[in-house]
Nanobody, 123 residues
Framework: QAQLVESGGGLVQAGGSLRLSCAAP????????MAWFRQAPGKERLFVAG???????VYADSVKGRFTISRDNAKKSVYLQMNSLKPEDTAVYSC?????????????????WGQGTQVTVSA
């Protein structure tokens, strides 16, 4: 059962923008390290971006300069603003959280997950 709730996916043309949201209503959100991952069909789940408790961020090289992760502890939510989208950004995007510090890139190091939201970028 998903414990995080994502929203904001959809279909967009190349060059467009989308904003994903992820809510964690059942957690002391400010203590969580949060991240976004994505998985394209037939591919492994890959790290996209992460933010720690001090709002320090880490990005995959493939999205640097185009995507921005942010968090709002009062709303218990994390966001992923995606600009200049490319067809290769098409994937199911999932948010994840962990209680331990640092922002690892392996999905195995995260404790809670959302159900995922589809992002499709047309050429």
């Amino acid at each position: 059962q998903a414990q995080l709730v994502e929203s904001g996916g959809g279909l967009v043309q190349a060059g467009g923008s989308l904003r994903l949201s992820c809510a964690a209503p059942g957690y002391t959100f400010s203590t969580l390290v949060m991240a976004w991952f994505r998985q394209a069909p037939g591919k492994e789940r890959l790290f996209v971006a992460g933010v720690n408790r001090r709002s320090e961020t880490v990005y995959a090289d493939s999205v640097k300069g185009r995507f921005t992760i942010s968090r709002d502890n009062a709303k218990k939510s994390v966001y992923l603003q995606m600009n200049s989208l490319k067809p290769e950004d098409t994937a199911v995007y999932s948010c994840a959280g962990r209680l331990r510090p640092l922002i690892p890139a392996s999905p195995n190091d995260y404790d809670v997950w959302g159900q995922g939201t589809q992002v499709t970028v047309s050429a």
